[in-house]
């Protein structure tokens, strides 16, 4: 699933949560600052602590959760779900799924069985800061 024009520009400004959970359920979260998106992978750029914290939890289970970091956990209220890999360094993630974590009647929705149009088209109708402003 195509990420909208919104969810990556929070995503790659102000990165991302990721939160994974171990085979007896111990849940990890990770911050991330650095990251980008290319189409429905989201590559995450982490530390040698972080990616020794959750190397042995991803052999075991590879499916973890991402929030937007920052600011962008509560402009932009999404929760993104994949599969994950550790490449060269990287998190890389293939996102299947997308939950709008916002707040009232519209929690819980899974947005990404819309298609991207009516997706982008409810990012576009709900919020008018399409994209975040700069930190910086």
Same mark, same amino acid.
């Not at 085979?23 to 911050?31: D, F, L, R, S």
């Not at 994949?82 to 993630?93: D, F, K």
């Not at 709008?100 to 009516?118: F, H, M, N, Q, S």
């Given at each position: 699933?195509?990420?909208?024009?919104?969810?990556?520009?929070?995503? !790659?400004?102000?990165?991302?949560?990721?939160?994974?959970?171990?085979?007896? +359920? *111990?849940?990890?979260? &990770?911050? $991330?600052?650095?990251?980008?998106?290319?189409?429905?992978?989201?590559?995450?750029?982490?530390?040698?602590?972080?990616?020794?914290?959750?190397? !042995?939890?991803?052999?075991?289970?590879?499916?973890?959760?991402?929030?937007? +970091? *920052?600011?962008?956990? &509560?402009? $932009?209220?999404?929760?993104?779900?994949?599969?994950?890999?550790?490449?060269?360094?990287?998190?890389?993630?293939?996102?299947?799924?997308?939950?709008?974590?916002?707040?009232?009647?519209?929690?819980?929705?899974?947005?990404?069985?819309?298609?991207?149009?009516?997706?982008?088209?409810?990012?576009?109708?709900?919020?008018?800061?399409?994209?975040?402003?700069?930190?910086?």
């Amino acid at each position: 699933m195509k990420l909208t024009p919104r969810i990556k520009s929070w995503i !790659e400004s102000f990165g991302v949560h990721v939160a994974l959970s171990d085979e007896k +359920g *111990q849940i990890t979260i &990770i911050v $991330a600052e650095r990251t980008s998106v290319d189409e429905d992978v989201v590559t995450i750029d982490l530390s040698e602590q972080q990616r020794n914290q959750i190397e !042995e939890i991803l052999l075991k289970n590879d499916y973890v959760a991402l929030a937007p +970091g *920052q600011l962008g956990a &509560i402009r $932009a209220p999404y929760q993104l779900k994949g599969s994950a890999r550790l490449l060269n360094g990287y998190l890389e993630v293939e996102i299947s799924e997308i939950y709008c974590t916002k707040p009232g009647p519209e929690a819980g929705i899974r947005l990404d069985v819309l298609g991207y149009d009516d997706m982008k088209h409810y990012d576009e109708s709900r919020w008018t800061d399409l994209a975040p402003v700069n930190p910086s």
